[in-house]
């Protein structure tokens, strides 16, 4: 089966810098995602990684390592409304289908002034 | 406004008492998924859809039901609620190719007494 391992906290503090780490099982990888999720919110995506190598949108950036099964999410000059939750999600290749996503059951994040 | 809906938001029920929890999208996306989310799980898949009459269950089917007769709603039918199903449900669509990039609803809070 499909299996996804990332921190359940992380602490930081404003104008840091901070990584959190997936490193997941899966058959037939086709991509790794993040999605970020406020208290009462629904997850919004970050980023999508298919290939090896570092993808970068403004302050966010996501590596993935196919290799290694790993991938990370760094947020650079953290602000406090960076605090929330981090998913990674796997997509995967199963039953002829590319479309069915498993996530990790997140990392949450705390911003300290 | 590009965005998916669900409701309920909240609903209070008791075990036995049949319910449907609706979402529907409006930017034409062919793919719709319903997911769980329960406190240290992450969101688990529940049941997806590819396009209109095609369904497929998701890592955790048991004791729902979903139909997609037409491209803009997927609704998520619960026909003999238990506790179990206590949790926060979201929908989410997507295009399908790409990021797949899952748009998700505002999320919908079941409590089953």
């Known amino acids: 089966g499909q299996s996804l391992e990332q921190p359940s906290e992380v602490t930081a503090v404003e104008g840091a810098i901070v990584q959190i780490n997936c490193t997941y099982q899966t058959s037939g990888f086709y991509g790794l995602s993040w999605y970020q999720q406020h208290d009462g919110g629904a997850p919004t995506f970050l980023s999508y990684n298919a290939l090896d190598g570092l993808e970068e949108t403004g302050r966010f950036s996501s590596f993935l390592s196919r290799s290694d099964s790993y991938g990370y999410l760094l947020l650079q000059e953290l602000q406090m409304k960076d605090s929330a939750s981090y998913f990674c999600?796997?997509?995967?290749?199963?039953?002829?289908?590319?479309?069915?996503?498993?996530f990790g059951s997140g990392t949450q994040l705390t911003v300290l002034p | 406004e590009a965005q998916v809906t669900q409701n309920p938001r909240y609903l209070i029920t008791v075990t036995g008492k049949k319910l449907t929890v609706t979402c529907s999208q409006n930017?034409?996306?062919?793919?719709m998924s319903w997911y769980r989310q329960d406190p240290g799980l992450g969101l688990r898949q529940i049941y997806y859809?590819?396009?209109?009459?095609?369904?497929d269950k998701g890592d955790v089917p048991e004791g729902y039901k979903v139909s997609r007769k037409e491209k803009r709603n997927f609704p998520l039918i619960l026909e003999s609620p238990s506790p179990n199903q206590t949790s926060l449900y979201f929908c989410?669509?997507?295009?399908?190719?790409?990021?797949?990039?899952?748009?998700f609803g505002p999320g919908t809070r079941l409590t089953v007494l």
């Open positions: 859809s590819m396009n209109v009459e095609v369904t």
């Open positions: 999600a796997v997509r995967d290749w199963r039953s002829g289908s590319a479309r069915q996503l498993t």
């Open positions: 989410a669509s997507s295009t399908g190719f790409g990021t797949d990039t899952q748009y």
């Open positions: 930017m034409n996306h062919e793919y």
